[in-house]
C-alpha cells in the first residue's frame, strides 16, 4: 500500500508539474503571438491615420482650388502677355502729356524668360523732364496706379535745373 501511495503520489506531482510546465510555455508563446499581432495593429494603425491625413491634405486641396483659379486670373489681368508690351511705350506717351512730361523711353533688350513660379520682365531705359510736382505724379503713377502694366523702378537720377527737373530711371515692365 506505501508503494500504491509513492507511486501515486510521483503520478500526480509528475502530472501537476507537467501541466504548470505546458501552461508555463503555452503562455509564454501567446504572449509572444499577442505582442507581434499588437505590434502589426499598432503599425497598420499608423498607416491608416497617414493616410487619412493625406486624403484630407487632398481634400483641402481640392477644396481650395477654385480660390487658385482665381489667382491665377488675378495674375492674368496683372500681368500682360508679352507681345502686348508693344503698346506701353505708347501707354507712356499718353500719360506723359496727362501730367504735362517730355519722355525718351526705349527697351534696354534684357529680357528674362518666365518659369513656373516667376513673371518674366523686360528693363526699359526712361527719362523725362517737366516740373516737380507734374514728374512725382508721373512716375508714382507708371509703378502704382498702371491698370494693365506691372512696373517696377529700379533706379533713379534726379537733376533740377531752374524750375525744371529731369529724371532717369531704369525699370522692369512684368510679363506672363
Known amino acids: 500500500m506505501a508503494d500504491n501511495f509513492r507511486r501515486a503520489l510521483t503520478i500526480g506531482t509528475s502530472l501537476i508539474a507537467g501541466s504548470f510546465l ?53 495674375i ?22 496727362a501730367h504735362n512730361i ?28 517737366g516740373d516737380y510736382a507734374g514728374l512725382m505724379n508721373f512716375l508714382r503713377d507708371i509703378e502704382l496706379k498702371s491698370p494693365k502694366y506691372t512696373v517696377s523702378l529700379d533706379d533713379f537720377d534726379i537733376k533740377r535745373s531752374g524750375n525744371n527737373y529731369t529724371v532717369a530711371t531704369n525699370g522692369r515692365v512684368f510679363f506672363r
Open 102 to 129: 517730355n519722355t525718351n523711353f526705349n527697351f534696354t533688350g534684357e529680357t528674362v524668360s518666365p518659369t513656373a513660379s516667376d513673371a518674366g520682365y523686360i528693363r526699359f531705359a526712361l527719362s523725362a523732364s
Open 22 to 74: 505546458i501552461f508555463g510555455l503555452s503562455a509564454y508563446f501567446i504572449s509572444g503571438a499577442i505582442s507581434a499581432k499588437a505590434d502589426k495593429i499598432s503599425k497598420d494603425r499608423n498607416t491608416i491615420r497617414s493616410h487619412s491625413e493625406l486624403i484630407g491634405g487632398l481634400a483641402k486641396q481640392k477644396a481650395t482650388s477654385p480660390e487658385i483659379v482665381r489667382f491665377e486670373q488675378a
Open 76 to 97: 492674368a489681368l496683372m500681368l500682360p502677355p508679352k507681345d502686348q508690351l508693344v503698346n506701353f511705350s505708347g501707354w507712356l506717351d499718353g500719360l506723359s502729356r
